[in-house]
């Protein structure tokens, strides 16, 4: 059928690189690459650039405290003109615990959209969103559940390890050049482009690399 064709696809383009310059940021996205679960002395098995759950549990936990906080600022105003003996006071206590509330939600679903944008910054991101979702305690706690999930939130957030700092470097069992060289199909003999893993006209693996990568510590 058409097994050729996918040969042409400048799968040795000629264009000159220094393996050196450009590794690990032009890697492709290959369901072949190494396994990420191989990071020695590393337990948890999936490190991500960003974190996601971090920023998860603490939007959520934001959004519940923005939550209970609206809706305690907005019951104190009818509480407040109840008329009744000490419903103002008690309608201004309300309002006062809703409207911290709702400070402390928005500064929780701030701070967690921020550490998505910059995970870098996640350790003083974890701290404050974990900081306001404690005092939102004083704010209604969104329905404790949301105190919980901001408080969750910001230790993941804490205790988050930027991929940056797990990106194998050269000679660690992890690294694969970003443009390795083209390589030779010992099966078929056709050359192979560096981005692929397996050989694009019979499928082979392609052989382990016996150059100075392999040396391991
Ligand atoms: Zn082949």
Do not use: Y
């Not at 059928?1 to 050196?20: A, K, R, W, Y």
């Not at 492709?28 to 759950?53: F, L």
């Not at 194998?168 to 443009?179: S, Y």
Request: aromatic share 6%; glycine share 14%.
């Amino acid at each position: 059928m058409s097994t050729g064709v996918l040969l042409v696809d400048g799968l040795s383009d000629p264009v000159p690189v220094d393996p050196n310059s450009i590794f690990l940021d032009t890697i492709p996205p290959s369901p072949d690459s190494t396994p990420p679960g191989e990071r020695a002395g590393k337990a948890e098995p999936q490190v991500s650039d960003r974190p996601i759950g971090a920023f998860i549990l603490s939007l959520l936990g934001g959004v519940l405290i923005l939550a209970e906080g609206a809706i305690l600022a907005a019951l104190s105003s009818a509480v407040g003109s109840a008329g009744c003996v000490g419903c103002s006071e008690a309608g201004q206590v309300i309002g006062g615990v809703g409207a911290f509330g709702v400070l402390m939600g928005i500064l929780v679903v701030i701070l967690s959209v921020i550490l998505l944008a910059r995970p870098e910054n996640h350790l003083g991101l974890g701290i404050a969103i974990l900081v306001f979702s404690l005092l939102s305690f004083f704010g209604g706690a969104g329905f404790i559940l949301g105190l919980i999930l901001g408080v969750v939130g910001g230790i993941l957030a804490i205790v988050f390890v930027p991929e940056d700092d797990e990106t194998p470097l050269p000679g660690d069992p992890g690294w694969i050049p970003a443009r390795a060289p083209d390589w030779p199909c010992p099966k078929c003999g056709a050359w192979v482009s560096g981005f692929s893993t397996v050989c694009t006209r019979c499928g082979t693996a392609r052989p382990a690399p016996t150059t100075a990568q392999a040396v391991g510590p």
